[in-house]
C-alpha cells in the first residue's frame, strides 16, 4: 500500500523560509520520480518541482530560485525548502508519485504566508 505523508505546514511571514517533508512507504523509493503540487484557494491544482531517481530537478518558473527540491533515499523522503516566500505561495502543497499507472498523493499539508 502506498502511503504518502506530508509533514505539517505552518504560518510563516513574507521573505520567510520553510521546509516541508515527505514520507514515502510502500514503495522503491530510489527510483521513483517524486513531485510537489499546491492548491491555492479558488484555483487548480499546479505544478510546484519535481526531482527524478538520479537527483535531477525541474522547477515551476514561479518557484525557480526561491524554492529547492531534494530526496534522500536512506530515509524514503523528499524535501521542499522553501525561501523568499511570497503571499502568493500560500496554498495546500502535496507530494505526488507515479507508480504504473496509478498517482498517488499526499494528504496536503497548510502553507499560509502573511504577515
Known amino acids: 500500500q502506498v502511503q504518502l505523508v506530508e509533514s505539517e505546514g505552518g504560518l510563516v511571514q513574507p521573505g520567510g523560509s520553510l521546509r516541508l517533508s515527505c514520507a514515502a512507504s510502500g514503495i522503491i523509493f530510489s527510483i521513483k520520480t517524486m513531485a510537489w503540487y499546491r492548491q491555492a484557494p479558488g484555483k487548480e491544482r499546479e505544478w510546484v518541482a519535481t526531482v527524478a531517481r538520479d537527483g535531477s530537478t525541474n522547477y515551476a518558473n514561479s518557484v525557480k530560485g526561491r524554492f529547492i527540491i531534494s530526496r534522500d533515499n536512506a530515509k524514503n523522503t523528499m524535501y521542499l525548502q522553501m525561501n523568499s516566500l511570497k503571499p502568493e505561495d500560500t496554498a495546500v502543497y502535496y507530494c505526488?508519485?507515479?507508480?504504473?499507472?496509478?498517482?498517488?498523493w499526499g494528504q496536503g499539508t497548510q502553507v499560509t504566508v502573511s504577515s
Open positions: 505526488n508519485t507515479k507508480v504504473v499507472f496509478t498517482i498517488y
